[in-house]
Each structure stands twice: as C-alpha cells, then as structure tokens.
C-alpha cells in the first residue's frame, strides 16, 4: 500500500532563508513521487517529481528534492525563500495503476 | 500555456439533489481523474477513466457517483442524491500516459451540500 506523511502541517521562514519541508513515504515498490502546489484559489501545480532516475530532482521556482530511498523521504528544499512562495504544498505518491496519494499538506507562510 | 479548466467554481446545492461538476481535460491526454478534498483533509482519490471506461475507482467512489465523456472535451462527475458529506472540494485531473507521469489539476470546484 502507498501512503504519505507530511510531518509538518505549517512551516514558517524568513524571506531568503531556506526552506524545508518534509515528506516519508510508504510503498510496496519503487514509487514515484511528486512535489505539488498550490495558491489561492489556483489548481494543484507540479513543482517536481522522481521516476527513478536521479535522486536529486530539481524543479520550477528554484526547488528541489532529494530521493532516499533508505529513509523513505522525499524531502523539499529551497536556498532561499520568496513571498511568492507562500502556499500549500502537497508531497504525492504514485501507485501503480496511477493513483495519486496525497500527503495533508504543509503550509508555508513567508515573513518579510 | 494548455491547462484543465472546471465549471462552475463553486456549486450550491440541496441535499438529495443531483450535481454534475464539469471539466475539460488538456486537449491531448488520454486519462482523466476525479479527486475530492474534504475541508480540513487530504486530497483523496475517486476515480480514473481511460477509453470511455472507468479504470480505477476508490471505495469512495460508490454508486451514487457517476463519470462520464460526452463528448471529445468534457470529463464530468455526476453525483446523484448528494448527502451532507459529499460537501467538499472536488478537482479534475488530466494526463497523457499513464503510471508515474504527472497529473495536471483544475484549480477545484468547491460543492456545498446544505
């Protein structure tokens, strides 16, 4: 079975100060995984996402996430955060038959 | 840039009425979903659909429920007596292969069942 946890529901952080947000998976196999986001009244926005290539996946915005497989997480990260980036973010496991899984999402909140 | 858009926004309603929430896929994919999101919960899957046909479905996904393609653009969710608990925000999703390849999402329509 897959499953997602996103160990931090709310995350605050400075204006160009890096930002972290967890994500552990649970899956039967090799998952595929995918970082999501979303604003304000806007749909869900593929920032990322690992299909077993490289670990170290680099996305849109400056983002980007590291696969490890030995601690099952999926962890994302920027250097620097932007007011822009304040929104929802949702770690996303992916089953076989293409289900999506969510994790209950985190929060970001940017303080200038 | 192509994007899945869903009608109508925001959708009020009496309990035991039908709903039907609309969307229209990105115009090349092949695979279409339902998701739903509970206030206050995560984002659960409902269904998949692929070739006229219901690929996958969630035991959310019971009888009251309904999906179908009417024509070569819109992808709708039909929900026959709506209950209390069918309040939620509901998103399409549309992609164009499938197993592990990203999903695109409307931005969600909010249903209110009163």
């Known amino acids: 079975a897959q499953s997602v946890t996103q160990l931090d529901s709310h995350v605050s952080v400075s204006e160009g100060t890096p930002v972290l947000l967890r994500c552990n998976y649970s899956?039967?196999?090799?998952?595929?995984l995918f970082w999501y986001v979303q604003h304000p009244n806007k749909g869900l926005q593929l920032l990322l996402k690992?299909?077993?290539?490289?670990?170290l996946v680099k996305g849109i915005n400056g983002f980007e996430a590291e696969f490890k497989k030995s601690e099952t997480s999926f962890h994302l990260t920027k250097p620097s955060a932007h007011m822009s980036d304040a929104a929802e973010y949702f770690c996303?496991?992916?089953?076989?038959?293409?289900?999506?899984?969510f994790g209950t999402g985190t929060s970001l909140t940017v303080i200038p | 840039e192509p994007e899945v858009t869903q009608t109508p926004s925001h959708q009020v309603t009496q309990m035991g009425q039908e709903v039907i929430l609309r969307c229209v896929p990105i115009?090349?994919?092949?695979?279409f979903y339902w998701y739903r999101q509970i206030l206050g919960q995560k984002v659960e899957f409902l269904v998949s659909?692929?070739?006229?046909?219901?690929?996958?479905k969630s035991e959310i996904f019971d009888d009251q429920f309904s999906v179908e393609r009417p024509d070569g653009s819109n992808f709708t969710l039909k929900i026959r007596s709506t209950k209390l608990e069918d309040s939620a925000m509901y998103f399409c999703?549309?992609?164009?292969?499938?197993?592990?390849?990203?999903?695109?999402f409307g931005p969600g329509t909010r249903l209110t069942v009163l």
């Open positions: 690992y299909t077993s290539a490289a670990t």
């Open positions: 115009s090349n994919h092949l695979y």
């Open positions: 996303v496991v992916s089953s076989l038959g293409n289900q999506f899984y």
């Open positions: 899956s039967s196999y090799s998952p595929s």
């Open positions: 659909f692929y070739n006229n046909e219901i690929s996958e």
């Open positions: 999703a549309s992609s164009d292969w499938w197993a592990a390849n990203e999903q695109f």
